[in-house]
Structure formats: structure tokens, C-alpha cells
């Protein structure tokens, strides 16, 4: 009776043990869940370039300040050019930034995982082809069998392309010296190349200070750049990818309406005089809207793109627009 008796108390022992531990596990773990569910958000976006909304937007803090109801924090990080930029993004270090249409056209053909999401402009006076002001280049012809640098899979090297098919030439006509922004900078001040396709700031800052003369195209050609969310963040949170669209037009917005102060904050980033920042500002004017103008440009790109063999098949550009988040954000204001 007394080995039963203790048999018994045993087991209501070891009972009420297991109880009282599932009941802490059971704690720890509902606690664990609400500590990941209050962890912030966070964000990461990419400047490419210095000279963009973004920049403004950050110097500003109007990304925090929108993100933070959403319990969102960012990590910025800064790229040269759109390849790159990429690459951080395939391998999930970028959520949220912009192309140029050669990333962005090479981005798609490879079904890298992000979404269309907006554009950056119409890109009527970004890139141009540079050649020195005591050059005996003086026109688009005159490249053939000249060292040309640019940055290879850059909205350099399809305008370097459209602008050679324009004059009866190709790529092969010319040496491409594959060099990003700034080594390219230093190739071109000690005539190291003879030409250099390149957007802005480098192309009007090289002009003003006397280094260089533009080469006029036979036609126009619009570079218009993109804006893009990573696939997984953008399901994940689409609210944020909206708050994203809304800061990114306000200080496009703004930079528009304060053309000396935008300058300003943009001299500060790049070393560039204002004077020279502020002609770049007035001559291209940010839309985030896409335009049949600039739809109709990305296709001409692509179809370029194919030509000269950097992507193998042409594709539907405005099939791979993902209107949703630019018609959420703005339907809500």
C-alpha cells in the first residue's frame, strides 16, 4: 500500500512538472514570437549614383520619418553603377533602388528577382559620348577604330550602341574599354581613351570644367531609368514599398521646386561645383509616372540590346511593369 501510495505521489509529481514546463515553454516561446514580431523592419536601399531623390530624401530624413509607423529602419549602402547593384540584389543585400535601362534590360532578360515598380524619368539628357576639347573627334563617325571607354551593362553602353547604329556604325567598330564611373574619369583626364559614354554629373562636369565637348547624335535618344523592388521584400511588405514611392516623389518634387538647395546637398555628395549641379537639375526633371515615350524607349533598348548580343531574346517591356505599388501609394493620398 505504502509502494502504491508513493507510486502514485511520483507520478503526480512528474505530472504536475510537465505541465509547469510546457506552461514555461509554452512562455518563452509566445515570448520569443512577439519579440520577432516587434523587431523593426528593416530596409535596405541603394543609392546608385549620388545625384538622385534618394540622396535628398535621406539628407532630409523623409524615409525615416515615413518608414517609422511602419516599424521600418533602413541600412544604406551606395554603388557606382547598376551591375553591381545587381549582384548585391540577387544575393538579397539590396531591397529597394534604381536602374539605368542597361541593368535594368540585363536584370530582366536573366529574370533576376525583382519588380518594375516605376521610373526615374523620361532620360532625355542623361548620357552623352564625351570626347576631349582638343580632340580631332568631332563626330559620332569619327569613333571608329577609337578607344571608347564605358561601363559595360551601364545606360552607357546602350546609348553608346543606338547612338553608333544612328551613323552607319556598331560596338566592333570601336575598342569599349569596359571601366566603371570613376576610373574612367582618370582614363579620360590623361587621354587614356579618346571617348567616354557617360551620364550625369560626370558628363556636364567634364564640359564646364573645360576637359571636354559632347558629340552630337543624329536623332535623340532617351535613356529613362527605372525603379525597382526586390520580389520577396516587396510581397513581404508592400506597405513599405509604397511609403518607399512617396518619398521618392517628394524629394523628386522638391528638387524641382528648390533647384539652389538641392544643389546644395547634391555639390556636398559629389565635390561638384553648384553652379554645374544646378544646369544638371533644370535640364531633367524627375517623373516617377512611366510615359508611352519612355516605354517605347526601354523597348528600343531591349531590341538593341539583342542586336549587339549582350541579351539573347527580346522581350515585352511594359509586360514586366508591376503597376501595383505606384497605384497603391498614390490612390491612399
Same mark, same amino acid.
Given at each position: 500500500?505504502?509502494?502504491?501510495?508513493?507510486?502514485?505521489?511520483?507520478?503526480?509529481?512528474?505530472?504536475?512538472?510537465?505541465?509547469?514546463l510546457?506552461?514555461?515553454?509554452t512562455?518563452?516561446?509566445?515570448?520569443?514570437?512577439?519579440?520577432?514580431?516587434?523587431?523593426?523592419?528593416?530596409?535596405?536601399?541603394?543609392?546608385?549614383?549620388?545625384?538622385?531623390?534618394?540622396?535628398?530624401?535621406?539628407?532630409?530624413?523623409?524615409?525615416?520619418?515615413?518608414?517609422?509607423?511602419?516599424?521600418?529602419?533602413?541600412?544604406?549602402?551606395?554603388?557606382?553603377?547598376?551591375?553591381?547593384?545587381?549582384?548585391s540584389?540577387?544575393?538579397?543585400?539590396?531591397d529597394?533602388?534604381?536602374?539605368?535601362?542597361?541593368?535594368?534590360?540585363?536584370?530582366?532578360?536573366?529574370?533576376?528577382?525583382?519588380?518594375?515598380?516605376?521610373?526615374?524619368?523620361?532620360?532625355?539628357?542623361?548620357?552623352?559620348?564625351?570626347?576631349?576639347?582638343?580632340?580631332?573627334?568631332?563626330?559620332?563617325?569619327?569613333?571608329?577604330?577609337?578607344k571608347?571607354?564605358?561601363?559595360?551593362?551601364?545606360?552607357?553602353?546602350?546609348?553608346? @550602341? %543606338?547612338? #553608333? !547604329?544612328?551613323? *552607319?556604325l556598331?560596338l566592333?567598330?570601336?575598342? +569599349? $574599354?569596359?571601366?566603371?564611373?570613376?576610373?574612367?574619369?582618370?582614363?579620360?583626364e590623361?587621354?587614356?581613351?579618346?571617348?567616354?559614354?557617360v551620364?550625369?554629373?560626370y558628363?556636364?562636369?567634364?564640359?564646364?570644367?573645360?576637359? @571636354? %565637348?559632347? #558629340? !552630337?547624335?543624329? *536623332?535623340e535618344?532617351?535613356?529613362?531609368?527605372? +525603379? $525597382?523592388?526586390?520580389?520577396?521584400?516587396?510581397?513581404?511588405?508592400?506597405?513599405?514599398?509604397?511609403?518607399?514611392?512617396?518619398?521618392?516623389?517628394?524629394?523628386?518634387?522638391?528638387?524641382?521646386?528648390?533647384?539652389d538647395?538641392? @544643389?546644395e546637398?547634391?555639390?556636398?555628395?559629389?565635390?561638384?561645383p553648384?553652379?554645374?549641379?544646378?544646369?544638371?537639375?533644370?535640364?531633367?526633371?524627375?517623373?516617377?509616372?512611366?510615359?508611352?515615350?519612355?516605354i517605347?524607349?526601354?523597348?528600343e533598348s531591349?531590341?538593341?540590346?539583342?542586336?549587339?548580343?549582350?541579351?539573347?531574346?527580346?522581350?515585352?517591356?511594359?509586360?514586366?511593369?508591376?503597376?501595383?505599388?505606384?497605384?497603391?501609394?498614390?490612390?491612399?493620398?
Amino acid at each position: 500500500m505504502k509502494r502504491h501510495r508513493k507510486s502514485l505521489i511520483g507520478s503526480v509529481f512528474i505530472f504536475l512538472l510537465a505541465i509547469i514546463l510546457t506552461g514555461c515553454s509554452t512562455g518563452a516561446s509566445s515570448s520569443t514570437q512577439k519579440s520577432k514580431k516587434d523587431d523593426p523592419i528593416v530596409v535596405k536601399i541603394a543609392l546608385n549614383g549620388k545625384m538622385n531623390p534618394l540622396t535628398i530624401g535621406r539628407e532630409k530624413g523623409w524615409f525615416e520619418e515615413e518608414f517609422a509607423p511602419l516599424n521600418a529602419e533602413i541600412e544604406w549602402s551606395e554603388f557606382t553603377s547598376g551591375p553591381p547593384l545587381l549582384e548585391s540584389l540577387a544575393a538579397n543585400h539590396v531591397d529597394l533602388s534604381f536602374l539605368g535601362d542597361g541593368a535594368l534590360i540585363a536584370g530582366l532578360d536573366k529574370k533576376l528577382p525583382f519588380e518594375v515598380i516605376a521610373q526615374t524619368s523620361d532620360g532625355k539628357s542623361n548620357v552623352r559620348i564625351l570626347t576631349h576639347n582638343d580632340s580631332s573627334i568631332n563626330s559620332i563617325e569619327d569613333l571608329k577604330g577609337k578607344k571608347v571607354g564605358v561601363a559595360s551593362g551601364t545606360t552607357g553602353q546602350v546609348y553608346l @550602341a %543606338k547612338a #553608333l !547604329k544612328f551613323h *552607319g556604325l556598331t560596338l566592333d567598330d570601336v575598342k +569599349i $574599354i569596359n571601366l566603371q564611373p570613376d576610373d574612367a574619369q582618370s582614363a579620360f583626364e590623361t587621354k587614356q581613351l579618346d571617348a567616354w559614354a557617360v551620364w550625369e554629373p560626370y558628363k556636364t562636369n567634364n564640359v564646364d570644367k573645360g576637359i @571636354a %565637348k559632347e #558629340l !552630337k547624335v543624329d *536623332g535623340e535618344i532617351l535613356a529613362p531609368g527605372a +525603379i $525597382i523592388a526586390r520580389t520577396g521584400f516587396a510581397e513581404e511588405h508592400p506597405e513599405v514599398v509604397e511609403a518607399y514611392l512617396r518619398v521618392y516623389k517628394k524629394a523628386a518634387d522638391w528638387r524641382i521646386e528648390h533647384p539652389d538647395e538641392a @544643389a546644395e546637398i547634391y555639390s556636398e555628395a559629389t565635390k561638384i561645383p553648384v553652379e554645374t549641379i544646378k544646369k544638371i537639375i533644370v535640364a531633367d526633371e524627375p517623373n516617377i509616372f512611366f510615359s508611352k515615350e519612355s516605354i517605347k524607349a526601354q523597348q528600343e533598348s531591349i531590341e538593341t540590346l539583342v542586336q549587339v548580343g549582350y541579351i539573347k531574346n527580346e522581350f515585352n517591356f511594359e509586360e514586366r511593369i508591376n503597376y501595383k505599388y505606384i497605384d497603391e501609394a498614390f490612390s491612399k493620398k
